[in-house]
Structures are given as C-alpha cells and as structure tokens.
C-alpha cells in the first residue's frame, strides 16, 4: 500500500478533478456482478488516504479511516458500485448474441441502443426486426426478440457471461449532469471525497458495494463485517418532477431536481431511523445546505440491507435526484451532488455516540 497522504480538514467541495472523475466513473462499464473496473478507479482514489483497505469475496471495497478519539462512533456509508446493463447469453454466430437484462431495465427503450461489451468496450447495437417488416402486430418488441449485434468478428471478441451496457459518453452541460450509471456513480464519487477528507471525529467505514441492483447483495455482507453503529447509503433518487401526462398537477413525485439532497423518510425496503433524519435536518437547517424529503414509496437502497445486520443497525438513505435512471442517460444537477456531499460531510463531523441516544 501507498503512503498516506495527510487529510485536509476542510468541507470538500466539487471542482473540475471531481468531474473528471464521475466522468471515469460514468464511462466505466460495471453491469452487476462484474463491477471489476469501476473498483479498480475507486482503489487507485482510495488507497492513499485509508488506514485500512481489503476487497471482500464478493468484490465490495472496504476502507477504514480511524478516528482520533479512543471510543467513536462507527459509522458506514455505502455507495453501489454496480449498474443495471444486459448479459450475453448464447452466441447466435456471426456476431449476434441473445442476451437478458440484468436490474430494473424496461425493454421498451431498448431497440436501436449502442452497447459496450466486455472489458474492452466492444462496440455493437441492440437490433430488431424492422416495424414496417412486422406487420404492426408488436407495438411492444419483446426481450425474445431483441439481439446485441457485434458485427462480422463479433463472436471473436465477446462470448456469452460477458456484460454489456449503454454506449453512452459522460458530458457535462451547463449545471447538468448527462451519463449514463449516475445512479449511483454520484454516490460512488461522492464517498470516494469523504474517504479523502475523513471527518476524525468518527471511524468512517466507507463500503463500495457490488450487486445492490439484483437485491442490495454487497451491502448485506459489508454490514455483517464493518459492525458498524450506524448506516447511511449515499445512492441517487428518481426525480419524477416533470409534469403529468394528462396535464394535471403532478401528485407522484418523489424529489424533485435542484432541491438538494433527498432525506428518506421510508421506501420499499427501510423505514429511515428518525434519529438520523432528525440530525441531517438539524444541521442543514443550521448552515443552511438545501435539503428535502424523498417522498415515501417504491424502491430501495443498500440501507435495506444494512439496518437488518446482527442486532439492527440504525440507518438513513441519502440520495442525489436524477431523471431517467435505468436508461442510456440520466440527468443530474451539480448543485445537488455538491449539496448532498457538503450535507454528508457537515452532518458526520457532528456526530458522536450521543445521537443514538436520542429519543
């Protein structure tokens, strides 16, 4: 390992080396189980500044920055290394391959989408039988029919159990964010600041877990090895903030984008330990970081996993807001991102062993 380099104790703030590196992180293909890549730029990133570092089993990245004080408070946060993406199946020859979805992807979108396969970005295109050539009998192409196409050769440089995802290129525009996997490279990157700027006041169990779209699988056993006292999973959040279609007032959203952090109140797999939505609150209120309040409902984060650990671990999910996630590209704004850092590093360094004893 690396010597360490000294932590500066300031808030850490998002310039154009952190944008560089959501761009990296961004552009890195890391279909679920095989999240080799993107854990290779978070080691290279990590390793100077933690005082303990090992790759599971699984392949989650576990890093220890130790606190100063003798009894501190252990506190984890997880950030999903993993994307939703496709897998190659059976090489149906000349450089067409059946292949599945792999995480929450609705194959509405998918025909006429360019790919990368395997780990040298083979290029190819998500194909289909031609809608004039059907008849009209599809208005919905099912997954049985669709093919990633590699070209002549194709069956030389890919071969079935190889990974696949959208040929999408990380560009910044303005205040926005547009990439594909921001969910949840935006957590990753952002974890990845704390680790460099370790608030010494806790012992920060930073864990970039694997699997989290096919069932929070990594943070399951990162949790069972860090113990740690609390749980927070940085992830990203649907924003559905855009208007309904039939024109009414939209009533389902769930965040909205640049309204900072969403704080989890509930979702399908965690009901947020109120002490810890209590104190993110408390101290955005108090330096006056924009923060707001992920409606209750669908979906979940690593924080399903953690907070059921040994014998419970309190938990709170924190996430940036993002539109079309599980797509070829979403979108985020910096502002959010910053602010979600900015919450999460303001509001540790505040903690101490006190605030599980909260009512």
Known sequence: ??????????????????????????????????????????????????????????????????????????????????????????????????????????????????????????????????????????????????????????????????????????????????????????GVAALIELVKHAPKNVELLAAFTVQEEVGVRGARVAAYVLNPDMGIAVDSTPAYDLPAWDDEENTRYNSRMGEGPALYVADRGTISDPRLLRHFSEVGDALGIPYQYRQPGGGRTDAAAIHRQREGIPSISISVPGRSPHTAVGIARLSDWQNTLSLLYEAISRMSLKILERS
Not at 134 to 140: E, F, V
Not at 158 to 167: L, Q, V
């Open 1 to 186: 390992m690396s010597p360490k380099k000294s932590r500066r104790s300031i808030s850490p703030t998002i310039g154009k080396e952190q944008i560089a590196l959501l761009e990296r992180l961004s552009n890195a293909c890391a279909v679920s189980g095989g999240e080799g890549e993107v854990r290779d730029i978070v080691i290279e990133h990590v390793e100077p500044y933690a005082d303990d570092l090992e790759v599971d089993v699984l392949g989650n990245v576990l890093v220890t920055c130790k606190s100063r004080k003798r009894r501190s408070l252990r506190v984890m946060l997880a950030a999903h290394m993993d994307e939703v993406g496709f897998m190659l199946v059976a090489d149906k020859r000349d450089g067409i391959f059946r292949f599945e979805v792999v995480g929450g992807i609705d194959v509405r979108q998918l025909v006429g989408k360019s790919v990368w396969v395997g780990k040298d970005h083979v290029p190819g295109v998500i194909g289909s039988r031609p809608v004039h050539l059907d008849n009209g009998r599809q208005q919905i192409i099912p997954m049985r029919k669709l093919r990633i196409d590699l070209g002549p050769g194709g069956s030389k440089m890919a071969k079935p159990g190889d990974r696949a995802t959208f040929a999408t290129s990380f560009k910044q525009v303005g205040p926005s964010l547009f990439g594909k996997a921001l969910d949840d490279r935006l």
